[in-house]
T-cell receptor
Framework: GAGVSQSPSNKVTEKGKDVELRCDPISGHTALYWYRQRLGQGLEFLIYFQGNSAPDKSGLPSDRFSAERTGESVSTLTIQRTQQEDSAVYLC???????????????FGDGTRLSIL | KNQVEQSPQSLIILEGKNCTLQCNYTVSPFSNLRWYKQDTGRGPVSLTIMTFSENTKSNGRYTATLDADTKQSSLHITASQLSDSASYICVVSANGQNFVFGPGTRLSVLP
């Protein structure tokens, strides 16, 4: 079956522009995560969606970052007024079960490589 | 502070050899520990998930161990192949609420 799909795979934009990244999770997966991975570093948690519950936004680094998810399907991560330090790979993952229930693995997309000039 | 450390930072081995990667964590309360493989330019792929009561789990040539008392885990790769070249990431779940990611070990398998 289809895995987690992210688009675009690469995005180059000028400092100050807004960008929107898209994630299509695996069908039926209620949990969805966004992470940021800077070059040579570990994954940083950004935001977590679980069904229709209020999202956990505790990892968002600033108010320039926001994310939405429509029900249990597509999610978009928006970065406004991009800065050079936003350059990174943004990874999306989905999981069959909530993070506090069961030991289901996270299934990751291949990420969007964002470069801010 | 919840932290996951991995060693070595990078490792080079010859094809066919075995290797062991280490993970130390200071995450509390502990829920489970995961190992992921991340190929260059790709997203991480799950290898194993272990709970507190499990001290070993295998997935083909990959065997993970967990010592919850010393808060250490290892990932042993047997008879390495060129396709094993990747970053290996240790992830610890804190009370099922947060996933704490290690920085990864970069493994290169040479012919």
């Amino acid at each position: 079956g289809a895995g987690v799909s992210q688009s675009p795979s690469n995005k180059v934009t000028e400092k100050g522009k807004d960008v929107e990244l898209r994630c299509d999770p695996i069908s039926g997966h209620t949990a969805l995560y966004w992470y940021r991975q800077r070059l040579g570093q570990g994954l940083e948690f950004l935001i977590y969606f679980q069904g229709n519950s209020a999202p956990d936004k505790s990892g968002l680094p600033s108010d320039r970052f926001s994310a939405e998810r429509t029900g249990e399907s597509v999610s978009t991560l928006t970065i406004q007024r991009t800065q050079q330090e936003d350059s990174a790979v943004y990874l999306c993952a989905s999981s069959l079960a909530p993070r506090d229930r069961g030991n289901q693995p996270q299934h990751f997309g291949d990420g969007t490589r964002l470069s801010i000039l | 502070k919840n932290q996951v450390e991995q060693s070595p930072q990078s490792l080079i081995i010859l094809e066919g050899k075995n290797c062991t990667l280490q993970c130390n964590y200071t995450v509390s309360p502990f829920s489970n520990l995961r190992w992921y493989k991340q190929d260059t330019g790709r997203g991480p792929v799950s290898l194993t998930i272990m709970t507190f009561s499990e001290n070993t789990k295998s997935n083909g040539r990959y065997t993970a161990t967990l010592d919850a008392d010393t808060k250490q885990s290892s990932l042993h790769i047997t008879a390495s192949q060129l396709s094993d070249s990747a970053s290996y990431i240790c992830v610890v779940s804190a009370n099922g609420q947060n996933f704490v990611f290690g920085p990864g070990t970069r493994l290169s398998v040479l012919p």
